[in-house]
Every structure is written in C-alpha cells, then in structure tokens.
C-alpha cells in the first residue's frame, strides 16, 4: 500500500507540530487541591501540582476504564479516579487499587507522562516527537525574562483551528481593516505593500510605507522547541508612558478545530510609571485590548476550516505563506523520520 506523504504532512500541520512546548493554563489555573483538565493536540491530559509546586501532567484517562482523572481528586501528590478510586502517581503509574487488595494493576505504569515547566505565568507543556524525545530549552522571549518590561498575561479558545490564529499574527494588514474602530489602531494608511525579511531565528513581516501608525509588522522566532510572535501596538500619548505596547503571542493547538490563544500584553516602564500603567490597563486599557481580540476571535471562527483551498493569496500575504511554509518543513521533518523508523 502507497503511503500519501503528503496527506500525513498536512496532518501533522493541521494537527499540531510533535516536538514541542505548548502554553496550556495560566499557572494559577493549576492548584494543589484539584486536577486541571486540558486538551492538546487532540490529546487530553491533566495537570496537578504537587506539594513542591512543582506540576505533573499525564493523560487524562483512567488506567481501570478510561474515566477522566481530571474529574477526580488529588490524594497525597498523586490523582485518584472518581469513578472507582484508583490512584495513579506523576508519572502515570498505578500506585493503589483501593477497592481490590493486591490488585496486578498496582506498579504499572499505564499512562504516558509529559514535561511540565511553568514561565511568565503560564503552564507549558512538552510533547515529544520521535526524534526530539527529551525536551529542548524553551525559549522565551527577552521581553518575559528580564525585567525591563512588566505586563499581563490573557488567553482566550478560539474555535478555529490554530493555523488561522498564526496566519493573523502574521498579516499586519488586517489592522487598519478590521480593527479600525478601535482605541488605537483607526490611524494610517489602507494601501501598502509588505516587505518581509529573514532574521536570526524566523522573520520580519512589515508594511513598506508606514511603521509605527498601528500594527504595522511582525516578527516570530522559531526555535527547536518553539516559536513565538511579537507586535507592537503604538499607544497615543493619553496611555501614559513607557511607549508601545507590546504582545508576545503563543498559539497553542487544542484540536484540529479550537486553539488557545497565550498573549502577554507588555510595557517597558518602570518605577511609578510602571504602577499607573498597571493601574490604567486593569481599569480601562484591558477591556478595550479585549474588544481588539474579539474582533480577530470572531473573524476567524467565520472562516471556514478549509478556506485555505479556495483562497487566492497577494502580495499582503508573504508572512501567512512564510509561517505555513515554516509549519509544513518542519512537519515533513516528523512524518518523514516516522515513516523512516516504520520502514526498518
Ligand atoms: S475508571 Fe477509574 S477507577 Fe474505574
Ligand atoms: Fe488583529
């Protein structure tokens, strides 16, 4: 039987890339008194933290009978079902039948397990690829690691596949369109044309004829373990100091037809100008940022799963077809290198 390549690759793009840190809860979403249920790549999974803080994840699937562990109750650092009471530790294996003494099922490891690792107030999680088993560093953007910028983090589901999420962080020109009525983004040009340039880790996507007027360009890093966007939004003078707000976008696939969106929305600003612009996004700015990524939510949960083979792409669109061009090398990487150990 033929394999059809190219139907896996488009899978594995549709899917989600394997080999990867995916932002999947805001940290404090993940508590010591009860288990936090997530879907990844079509995959469930539950998340507890242990008495150290430090949190365990593994499927969400009871190893007796396949209730979800996420229903159930932590015991001791360790999960058990709700259903008929079996515990399972962090690294999926059974360590107590509680209703059948000396049950077989006691020390077996039954379900797979995955990195956790928590940064900037979020909750990331590895899933591994055949040829990226261990996790690489994640690595995150300089404006969460030192402390020259302070902001907050949001995240929203977006019932759309989380290509087309990646597709409108790379296509600065929906700014001026769509989000015209907005705060900050009604100024500028509505004509342009996009330049986009290589950089050291990913690309530069910006319009030619205007920078600095509204979500004008941007740039997205990619590394082996993951990948992020970043954008400015230019701020008018009567949003304080401290210049630009920036967002640092993570997009995470849920399943092939929801995605959780992890965007942390910053300032450089510092001393009393970094309290009032915390104060002032808590009491205005974050409803109005809101508003702003409803109109993109909304948009792209219209369009339909498969518009990609009926759309007609122009000059505007080299960021959409640079990051798919992105996702779908790296996807021919994975399935090729299965298709590879399956051949053996
Ligand atoms: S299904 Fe979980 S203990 Fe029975
Ligand atoms: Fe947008």
Redesign the pocket.
Known sequence: MSIDKKALIEDRVNTGLLGQWYPVAKSVEVKTTKPHGVKLLGQKLVLWRKGDGSINCVEDF??????P?SYGEIHEGNIG??????IVNGEGVVVRVPAMPECAMEGRKALKNFHVTEHSDAVFVYIPSLTQPEPPELVMPPELVGDDWTGFLCTSVWETNYRYALDNLADPMHGCYLHSESFTLAYGSKQDLMKLDKTDNGFHVTRVGQVGDNFDWAEFAVFPGNMYCFLDIPYPPAAGPGGNMRIVGFTTPVDETTCKVFFWRLRKVEGIARDSWRFLYRAQLEERHWNVLEQDRVMLEGMPDDARKREMLYQHDLGVSRIRQILTRAAKEQIEAELAVAAE
């Open positions: 009871c190893p007796h009978r396949g209730a562990l079902c709700r259903y008929h009471g079996v």
